[in-house]
Structure formats: C-alpha cells, structure tokens
C-alpha cells in the first residue's frame, strides 16, 4: 500500500469521525434549542386532588429548569386516565405532551383489549418510571370492617369507588371481591381518588384500593383506615398495615390473583410523550427526565410530603411493560375481564 494511499484512508477516518460527532452534536443541541421557550403540557388523567395530580405539581417545577421552558400541569379526567392517554397516544409528535400515566389500569385496559383502547404501551415513546409502590386496601372511618376477615363476615357489605372499571381502583376492589368472595358495589364517576376518599369520610362510600402514599396521606388525615397491603410485602410507608397474604388463609389460584396485580402495580407512574416524537427531542426529554427526577430537591420534598420518587429508566419501563402484557393466557384474560366489567 502506498503511503499516499494510507493517508488518503486516514483522512477519510478522520473526516467520518469528525463528521460523526458533528452531527451527534448538532442533535443534541436541535432537541435543546427545541424546547426554549416552548410551553410543555404535563397532563394528568385525573382530577384535581389525587396522588397524580400531586405528582405532576410537584415535578413540573424541576422538569422546567431541565427543559429551560414552561411546564403546565393540564388534567384531563376521564376513564380513569385512559382518555388522556388515548389523546397523547394518537396527538401530533411534536414531544410537547407529558402524560403521567398510571401503568397498572392503562396496562389492563389493553390486556383486556377494551374498545375505547387507542393506544399501545409497547410503542409509546417512554420517558421513564418516577415510582412503582404497593397498593392498599382501605376502609372509611364510619366502618366497622378493620381487618381482612371483618370484610369477609356473612351480612358485610362494601361500597368502593372508582372513576372508572379498569382504573385502578375499582379493577383492584372487583379482583379483590372475586378472590376473596366479598359482597361488593362498586361505584364509578368520581373524579380523583381524592374525592372518593371524601365520600367515605361522609360515609357515603366505604373502600378505596390505592397506592400507598396516596393511601397513607389519607390515613393521615383521619379519611380513612388501612385494612392490608395487597401484595406479599408490606408498605414502608403502612408497616403496621398486614398484608392480604398475613391475614388469611389463601388457595394457590387466590395467591396467583394477588400476584397477578401485585405485578401490575409494579408499572407504577410511568412519564410517556407523543409516539413518533424526533429521536433528538426524545433524547434531550429522557436525559431532562432523569435529572429532574434525580434531583436532590425533588427527592427531599417527596420524601417530606410522602410522593416518593423511585426513578427507572425508559428501558426498564417497557420491559416491565412487555413483560405484563405477556404473562397471561387467554384463558385467564377472560376471567379478569369477567370479573371488572360485572362490577358495575
């Protein structure tokens, strides 16, 4: 090889790596350059008052600074969250929607195939997990129902809320009834968990199944009890609350029940933005994402306020996702569907 071959290869190395990292360059500051001033909509498939709308106030301010833009926290109630995360799903990708979703109903409504689903957990553009937590069974301070076996007594009646089937709440509240044989009416069309746990402090609703730093805020406040965490460990936040598993004697196909939304609740809040958003803006969100929620500030005032922050990176967001939507047989599909769409 000549020597004015060798350097005619040489400088086509160089010219390739220059022009590699000019472009990686100019993508990042594309994304950045992007967002200034830009408003950003953070939105909540709730109402005003609940664990996420709580969330979102209180991540919007640092996710602001990251972004160097204005952030706004918009809700839009309905469904459970399933129309807000329908209306970003199909929005233009443009990467200026945030949805906190809440994984475990919007994971349900497509294992469940519902016909008002328009989206897809497996192709939306994740941003990452801000936390996953256990879920508490709770009960009103006008009941008499304080443990497991108090609600499962002949003649016992429960009244939940829910603001939709597969919300949450009241999919959560119809497998418990299923599983452990409860007599139940579950009330749909609240707004916020917020505002059922209102309805249960007037005594006109009796148990709502939550996450548990909504949950323990509400204890707090003297709205409700907590009767049991509803997977195999306890909550750090409720650790004298006895899990579902300590208080009663349970067959395996309960266990495989209990389990099976103990898994959903994993998902936890998950942040997604507009599928098909540019890869430069979904880099610049993701990288603002994670230190936002990794900020010092943010994770002090929810450990003060009890709206801890756990953060899991996107990749890890879709694999739990994934691994949801495929750990079930049809067969079984059928019973949960049967089960939370009775419970009407």
Known sequence: MTSLTKLA???????????STFLSASAQDTGADYYKGKTVRFIVG?????????????????????LETTVIVENLPGAGGLLALNQVSTAQPDGLRVLIVNGTPAALGQLLEQDNIRYDL??????????????????????????????????????WGGTGPSDGPADGAALTCHVLKLDCQIVLGYKSSGDIALAMERGEMDGLYLSDSSAANFVKNGQARAIAAMGRTRSALLPETPTVFEQ???????????????????????????????????????????????????????????????????????EMTKKVLSGITPDQKKIVRDVIFKQN
């Open 248 to 318: 009663t004697k349970l067959t395996q196909d309960q266990e495989w029940w209990f389990d099976f939304r103990a898994d959903l609740n994993d998902l936890g809040r998950i942040l997604i933005t507009t599928p098909g958003t540019p890869p430069d803006r979904i880099a610049f969100l993701r990288a603002a994402v994670k230190r936002a929620l990794t900020n010092p500030g943010l994770l002090a005032e929810g450990e003060k306020t009890q709206r801890f922050v756990a953060y899991q990176p996107p990749e890890k967001a879709l």
């Open 9 to 19: 290869r040489t400088l086509t190395m160089v010219t390739g790596l220059l022009t």
């Open 46 to 66: 709730l109402g005003v008052g609940g664990g996420f709308d709580a969330y979102a106030r209180m991540i919007s301010p640092y996710l602001s600074k990251e």
């Open 122 to 159: 497996t192709k939306v553009d994740h941003l990452g997990i801000i936390s996953a937590y256990p879920w508490i069974w709770l009960m009103g301070p006008k009941t008499d129902v304080i443990t497991v076996s108090d609600a499962m007594k002949p003649g016992t009646k429960i009244r």
